[in-house]
């Protein structure tokens, strides 16, 4: 499917001339490329940009737009529209802080949307086709790509040898098949970019990132939000007391939760009534637009894997720890596998890729740590074991908790959270560390690097953290470790050699 822009929209226009001009001629390859990157979504972006920019030979095809979901239909629009939200959510906050106003922020929907569009047709140029072709050596192909041997493909009626190549196709939003559904205006991540006009009650169906995300940004823009989820909690993957914290704050905002529930049917009417099922048997919603956000398949159907000799499963192309298919001399990297489906575990996994097609390397998609962060209010971010893993594999851990109601700079801005660390026993290396609050997902690179590089607890209590900030929660947990570590014996010792300095010294 196209991703969808406003023909005649001034940034839509600007993005176009960046990510795929219509004066594009397609160039004539000249010999046996290093490495194909099939796809120009972040994996096959890092993945064409390191090969050219080492001096190899290489192209990108891409059948719609460079920059694949996360400019266009990922990362940048959701968060520019987050933003939007959080403003307003602000604003509706301000009286708790002593600021008073007139009344309800005015949201004009139109102008947000169109800043959204802006904001992705800025970024544009970072992935634009002359780009790629200009700084990086790269050539940029437009159509779709077909194999037509191991070693060998065709697009747009030009065939390209190579010596490896790189699937980075990535996924689409799955749109599940429900009576009635069809009938009314029907969004996924993908299309809901396009809208102009808000949705007065809108209907999002699951409760991952992406739907709790879009769910709390459109409420707080003025929607009418109901959030169904067949999950026991949102937030599958996240830790419940995390993902508990969450719901309470979308309650709070209005928005109506169903967990383990589903959407039945849709009965037509002016307005459509939704019929849900569940846990939730029996409620009719009155519904405008539903916003489909349960789950992503990816995209491989169309590049005759047969002929490469690469094998699928249900959830993607099969590769091993290093990348690699079935076929040594193609890898795949990004959504189409099937894995950690974000933007940064693209990049690293095409990075790995690149490393072990072009240099020998043996790098293990096992060994990357990977963190993830939910960008709702308050966001949930976790790297390494969650609690339940923790338990599933029985690892020997110890649990840190530093509740931010005792951090002076979440009391001050009013902000509840928690800092969470799984720490192996005998150790003081951490097997996982969840963060919910503002600015979670940046307290979570910290703890991403401390996992890469085993950096103990022992050498993170000695790291000074400007006062006051949520970073403080760190040292907070380092000390909270230490002090458990001096044991009556240890506090004996101690006591005795004080004694002995104030006596004798």
């Known amino acids: 499917?196209?991703?969808?822009?406003?023909?005649?929209?001034?940034?839509?226009?600007?993005?176009?001339?960046?990510?795929?001009?219509?004066?594009?001629?397609?160039?004539?390859?000249?010999?046996?490329?290093?490495?194909?990157?099939?796809?120009?979504?972040?994996?096959g972006l890092v993945s064409a940009i390191a090969t050219g920019g080492l001096g190899g030979r290489a192209a990108i095809i891409e059948r719609d737009l460079l920059g694949g979901d996360c400019l266009n239909v990922g990362c940048v629009p959701s968060k520019a529209l987050i933003r939007a939200g959080r403003v307003a959510a602000e604003v509706r906050r301000a009286a708790a802080f002593g600021i008073r106003l007139p009344g309800e922020p005015v949201v004009d929907f139109p102008a947000v949307m169109q800043r959204v569009r802006r904001v992705r047709a800025d970024i544009s140029p970072n992935d634009s086709a002359r780009r790629l072709r200009d700084q990086f050596n790269v050539d940029v192909f437009f159509g779709n790509a077909r194999f037509t041997g191991p070693n060998s493909l065709e697009v747009e009626g030009t065939?390209?040898?190579?010596?490896?190549?790189?699937?980075?196709?990535?996924?689409r939003a799955i749109i599940p098949t429900i009576p009635g559904l069809e009938a009314l205006p029907t969004y996924t991540h993908e299309t809901v970019f396009q809208l102009r006009e808000l949705p007065r009650r809108l209907l999002v169906l699951g409760g991952g990132p992406i739907g709790c995300e879009l769910g709390q940004a459109f409420a707080r823009l003025g929607a009418s939000v109901t959030l169904v989820s067949s999950g026991e909690q949102l937030l599958p993957r996240d830790d419940p007391d995390a993902a508990a914290l969450l719901e309470r704050a979308l309650r709070a905002e209005g928005v109506t939760v169903y967990l383990r529930s589903h959407l039945q049917r849709v009965e037509p009417g002016t307005p459509a009534r939704a019929v849900l099922d569940g846990a939730a048997a029996g409620q009719t919603l009155a519904i405008d637009a539903v916003l489909v956000a349960v789950g992503r398949q990816a995209n491989y159907e169309d590049l005759n894997l047969a002929a490469a000799q690469v094998v699928t499963n249900e959830r993607g192309i099969i590769v091993d720890d290093y990348l690699q298919t079935t076929n040594p001399a193609i890898y795949a990297a990004g959504d189409v596998v099937g894995r950690q489906q974000f933007t940064?575990?693209?990049?690293?996994?095409?990075?790995?890729?690149?490393?072990?097609?072009?240099?020998?390397?043996?790098?293990?998609?096992?060994?990357?740590?990977?963190?993830?962060?939910?960008?709702?209010?308050?966001?949930?971010?976790?790297?390494?074991?969650?609690?339940a893993e923790a338990t599933a594999v029985a690892a020997d851990l110890e649990t840190i908790v530093i509740p931010w109601d005792h951090l002076d700079r979440a009391i001050t801005d009013d902000t509840p959270g928690f800092l969470r660390l799984?720490?192996?026993?005998?150790?003081?290396?951490?097997?996982?560390?969840?963060?919910?609050?503002?600015?979670?997902?940046?307290?979570?690179?910290?703890?991403?690097t401390v996992m890469t590089?085993?950096?103990?607890l022992k050498r993170l209590a000695r790291t000074v953290f400007p006062y006051p900030t949520l970073s403080e929660s760190i040292k907070k947990?380092?000390?909270?470790?230490?002090?458990?570590?001096v044991t009556p014996i240890v506090q004996r010792f101690f006591r005795n050699w004080l004694y002995v300095r104030r006596h004798l010294f």
Request: hydrophobic content about 45%; charged content about 20%.
């Open 1 to 43: 499917m196209a991703i969808p822009l406003i023909e005649g929209d001034p940034d839509d226009d600007r993005l176009r001339r960046e990510v795929h001009p219509a004066d594009w001629r397609n160039p004539t390859p000249g010999g046996i490329y290093n490495l194909v990157a099939i796809g120009a979504g972040a994996a």
């Open 159 to 171: 065939s390209l040898e190579f010596r490896r190549a790189v699937i980075a196709t990535g996924a």
């Open 344 to 387: 940064h575990a693209a990049d690293a996994m095409a990075r790995l890729a690149v490393r072990n097609a072009l240099f020998l390397g043996r790098g293990r998609l096992s060994r990357l740590v990977i963190p993830w962060c939910t960008f709702t209010e308050p966001e949930v971010a976790r790297v390494g074991l969650s609690r």
């Open 422 to 448: 799984l720490v192996y026993k005998g150790t003081d290396q951490i097997a996982g560390a969840t963060v919910v609050g503002p600015q979670a997902g940046e307290i979570i690179g910290l703890f991403s």
């Open 453 to 456: 590089q085993q950096i103990g």
């Open 477 to 485: 947990a380092a000390d909270r470790y230490n002090r458990s570590r």
